[in-house]
């Protein structure tokens, strides 16, 4: 079986799919999907991308665009550009798991600085404020008054880019100092962690030098996990969940999941499982 491993930026997660791929008795094959172009209106493409390609370009723009390309002209991806756009979306994603009855942090999305204020007042203060496309905590702020939040608003109309000028707002959660990292793969929890915020930062991302530690999950986290990959549209997803007061919440699915810091703290071979769920997938 030949696997095709899609990239922007080679790290270790990239290298050791590969290389568990090669163990697991298949040809992988690692693309860079910056040297890619293709004639979009062809029949067929040049390019073949063997029995199944594991999409794990960092751009969400390019992951989308490439992954619709692979799949247009024939190609099985994992992840579905369909979960791409789904998990890629930070208000498709909230509308989402909503909607499924998968309990998620209340949110609002205000559709320009006109409406953001009054938005802000029915959520009730404070709010954080996220990006609608990004990772790694980037972007992300809390904006504890109207004044704070006037501030943030008068920053982000003076960047000349109109997904700016919308506005997606969420309740704050009362939690400990980390939150919960689930990786699945199909029907099964691979890993679960807690990440355990840097001291001096209330973002729990490894990417914020946030620590992890590996825990069984109960019941009730593992429903909920699962149901949150599956109503996105199932693969290989990372699900980030809260610990409030009120019980679970998943704030967000991860469509290109990364999983160093989950495997510095897991006995399990994350690499490995991800690529016995590829494989049964290319099987399928
Ligand atoms: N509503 C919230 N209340 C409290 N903390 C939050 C909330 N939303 C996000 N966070 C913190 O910010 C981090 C990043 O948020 P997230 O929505 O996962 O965006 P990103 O895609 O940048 O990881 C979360 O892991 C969590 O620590
Ligand atoms: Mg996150």
Same mark, same amino acid.
């Given at each position: 079986? @030949?696997?095709?491993?899609?990239?922007?930026?080679?790290?270790?997660?990239?290298?050791?799919?590969?290389?568990?791929?090669?163990?697991?008795?298949?040809?992988?094959?690692?693309?860079?999907?910056?040297?890619?172009?293709?004639?979009?209106?062809?029949?067929?493409?040049?390019?073949?991308?063997?029995?199944?390609?594991?999409?794990?370009?960092?751009?969400?723009?390019?992951?989308?665009?490439?992954?619709?390309?692979?799949?247009?002209?024939?190609?099985?991806?994992?992840?579905?550009? @369909?979960?791409?756009?789904?998990?890629?979306? @930070?208000?498709?994603?909230?509308?989402?798991?909503?909607?499924?009855?998968?309990?998620? &942090?209340?949110?609002?999305?205000?559709?320009?600085?006109?409406?953001?204020?009054?938005?802000?007042?029915?959520?009730?203060?404070?709010?954080?404020?996220?990006?609608?496309?990004?990772?790694?905590?980037?972007?992300?702020?809390?904006?504890?008054?109207?004044?704070?939040?006037?501030?943030?608003?008068?920053?982000?109309?003076?960047? &000349?880019?109109?997904?700016?000028?919308?506005?997606?707002?969420?309740?704050?959660?009362?939690?400990?100092?980390?939150?919960?990292?689930?990786?699945?793969?199909?029907?099964?929890?691979?890993?679960?962690?807690?990440?355990?915020?840097?001291?001096?930062?209330?973002?729990?991302?490894?990417?914020?030098?946030?620590?992890?530690?590996?825990?069984?999950?109960?019941?009730?986290?593992?429903?909920?996990?699962?149901?949150?990959?599956?109503?996105?549209?199932?693969?290989?997803?990372?699900?980030?969940?809260?610990?409030?007061?009120?019980?679970?919440?998943?704030?967000?699915?991860?469509?290109?999941?990364?999983?160093?810091?989950?495997?510095?703290?897991?006995?399990? @071979?994350?690499?490995?499982?991800?690529?016995?769920?590829?494989?049964?997938?290319?099987?399928?």
């Amino acid at each position: 079986m @030949k696997i095709t491993i899609t990239f922007d930026r080679i790290r270790g997660e990239e290298k050791s799919l590969a290389l568990e791929a090669r163990r697991a008795g298949c040809s992988a094959e690692l693309v860079d999907g910056r040297a890619l172009f293709f004639e979009a209106t062809a029949k067929k493409s040049e390019q073949k991308f063997g029995d199944i390609v594991l999409q794990r370009c960092i751009s969400y723009y390019r992951s989308l665009f490439l992954t619709r390309i692979m799949e247009h002209f024939g190609a099985y991806v994992i992840n579905t550009s @369909k979960v791409s756009e789904v998990c890629g979306n @930070k208000l498709v994603s909230s509308m989402v798991l909503a909607r499924a009855g998968v309990p998620t &942090p209340k949110t609002y999305v205000a559709l320009s600085s006109e409406s953001v204020d009054e938005a802000a007042e029915a959520l009730g203060y404070p709010v954080v404020l996220k990006p609608f496309v990004g990772s790694w905590g980037r972007m992300i702020s809390i904006a504890k008054d109207n004044q704070t939040l006037d501030t943030i608003v008068e920053l982000r109309e003076s960047i &000349p880019n109109p997904i700016e000028h919308m506005y997606y707002l969420q309740d704050f959660v009362e939690r400990p100092p980390r939150d919960i990292r689930a990786i699945v793969a199909g029907d099964d929890i691979i890993a679960t962690v807690y990440r355990n915020a840097a001291a001096n930062e209330w973002r729990t991302n490894v990417a914020r030098g946030a620590t992890t530690t590996a825990f069984k999950p109960d019941k009730e986290l593992k429903e909920i996990v699962l149901k949150a990959a599956h109503v996105v549209g199932g693969g290989i997803l990372g699900v980030d969940v809260m610990e409030s007061s009120e019980g679970y919440l998943v704030h967000e699915v991860n469509n290109t999941v990364e999983f160093k810091g989950a495997q510095a703290a897991s006995k399990t @071979k994350i690499a490995a499982k991800m690529i016995e769920y590829v494989i049964r997938s290319a099987k399928r």
